[in-house]
């Protein structure tokens, strides 16, 4: 039986399914504690899941783009504290799309859910984060300027060069903090949001980048890192 007092807890927002339903699983089978979210209609796998985990995993239902429901998960946890905090949140739009033709209510729904959202619920709860612990967000390495050779899927890459940002700029006005703050590129994955095409299976994807993120536990500063801890160009 672990030590409750060595047991680590982490605190994953939009894990209801894909990516963030997988990391679920890697945090549970390695020991954690985790306080897992989704929104109120996307909760039910998680809650199925939470029956046979002995109080592990906790669910909590929030929309982040809806700030009274991010200000009342934090008023529910305000008196916990975790040593890490990841935002998996997040959506794209149709593929074909591009600049010129993405409606403007279109472009507002993706960037608010993947660039504004995550980073109020990073401003919300950093303070539920202990002082050794790390922030991290999923990023995308489609969110690389650098890389961006090719000029496909400009509303989803803007988007998540926006949280690279808004991420850089949260760095830069928390120098002192010792905290360890990370950009993380999954790879292309096969899942409902990835498509069948992705170059990845959650499998060759989630357990490494969990350990990337374990390897980079205790070193302060912004890191953009893909999932096998590879530094991503900004």
Known sequence: MQDNSLQKTVLLVGASRGLGFAMVEEYLKRGWRVIATGRESSTEKLRQLSESTQG??????????????????????????????????????DDRETIADVSTEEFVRVMVTNSLSPMRVI????????????????????????????????????????????????????????????????????????????RLSIEESIPNLLNTMEAYEGRSGLHYLDYLGRVVPW
């Open 123 to 198: 401003e919300a709860f950093q303070d539920l984060v202990r002082p050794t612990g790390t922030i991290g967000v999923m990023s995308s390495g489609q969110g690389s300027l650098t890389n961006n050779t090719n000029g496909n899927y400009q509303v989803y890459r803007a988007s998540k060069a926006a949280l690279n940002m808004f991420m850089r700029s949260f760095a830069a006005r928390h120098q002192d903090d010792a905290r360890t703050l990370l950009l993380m590129a999954p790879g292309w994955v096969r899942t409902d949001m990835g498509g069948p095409g992705g």
């Open 56 to 93: 592990a995993l906790e669910v909590e239902a929030v929309d982040i783009t809806i700030p009274d429901q991010v200000a009342a998960l934090h008023d529910r946890l305000k008196d916990r504290q975790v040593d890490l905090l990841f935002v998996n949140a997040g959506v794209k739009n």
